[in-house]
């Protein structure tokens, strides 16, 4: 597959047109096949590109400029609907290929099952990685009414791949009470709603680390993103998650991959989820990517 077979009528504000010159690949996985409530974070990706040409290009945040970091989009993968099975296959190919390519993928969702093909492309290359996962939602059913691939089982799915211990969940606030007992049994880590503290104990334990990055835009709370599919009462603020991103790019981490998921537009009418959106996209590109 080449990058340019993903289409999109939009590509993310300031995107370099060559992918061969480019350090990144910004790529969409429009599914939303599984969602257990809302559907419609299938039209995530495609928002976010087109709210994204309202933001500055420059971040006072870091005092960088998009100018300074080179990075493709290739749209969206053409996903075929109602298929889980097929949709994650083409994702983990088309992330190998990134992967293959030394590009840092940064995915746009898509209901959250889209991290998991990711994660197995990932680990394929960094067999020792760890991940930060970002989410109101603990993600670690085993299944969901007997289906094993659903939203709410990719980070069940991710301690079993790379091992429990190498993964670490922030901002949870929701979840089977088994869930919550599989995080305190199977030696995860798991910071209950909040974010932005127990990050600072945790980045310097991960400094030299392999660390892809998993964020659920429903961490927060549904008055700073109500567009989402699963909104969940008492998250963080976009203030927080910004600090966050900032505290992740001036950490030694070594990041290496990294999506925003669970972006539903349709729910939200005055576009401040996609827009928030847009504007955590700038700030990682402009602090994860490493040349
Ligand atoms: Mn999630
Ligand atoms: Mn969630």
Not at 26 to 31: A, F, K, L, R, T
């Amino acid at each position: 597959m080449r990058f340019d077979e993903a289409y999109s009528g939009n590509v993310f504000i300031n995107s370099h047109p060559l992918v061969e010159e480019s350090d990144a690949v910004i790529y969409g996985m429009p599914m939303d096949w599984t969602v257990s409530f809302r559907p419609g974070s299938r039209f995530g990706p495609a928002r976010i590109r087109e709210v994204s040409l309202g933001l500055e290009e420059y971040s006072p945040y870091v005092d960088r400029h998009l100018d300074e970091v080179k990075y493709y989009d290739a749209g969206d993968i053409p996903l075929p609907f109602g298929n889980p099975a097929r949709s994650l296959q083409m994702i983990e190919e088309f992330v190998t290929k990134v992967l293959q390519a030394n590009k840092f993928p940064l995915g746009l969702g898509g209901e959250h099952l889209v991290s998991w093909p990711v994660f197995k492309a990932m680990y394929n290359k960094y067999q020792d990685m760890a991940i930060i996962h970002i989410d109101a939602h603990a993600d670690l059913r085993e299944e969901y009414e007997g289906e094993p691939l659903s939203h709410s089982t990719p980070i069940r799915k991710a301690c079993e791949l790379i091992g429990a211990e190498n993964v670490y969940s922030f901002g949870i606030r929701s979840g089977m009470k088994e869930e919550f007992q599989f995080a305190k049994d199977s030696g995860m880590y798991m910071a209950k709603f909040d974010v932005v503290e127990p990050l600072k104990e945790v980045l310097p334990k991960l400094a030299g680390r392999n660390v892809y990055v998993t964020i659920d835009i429903d961490v927060l709370d549904p008055a700073h993103a109500p567009g989402t599919g699963t909104a969940e009462a008492g998250g963080i603020t976009s203030k927080e998650l910004l600090n966050a991103i900032t505290l992740i790019s001036n950490s030694k981490l070594n990041i290496i991959g990294t999506d925003l998921v669970e972006v539903a537009p349709a729910y939200d009418p005055t576009e401040q989820t996609q827009i928030a959106a847009s504007k955590f996209v700038r700030e990682i590109l402009l602090g994860w990517v490493k040349k």
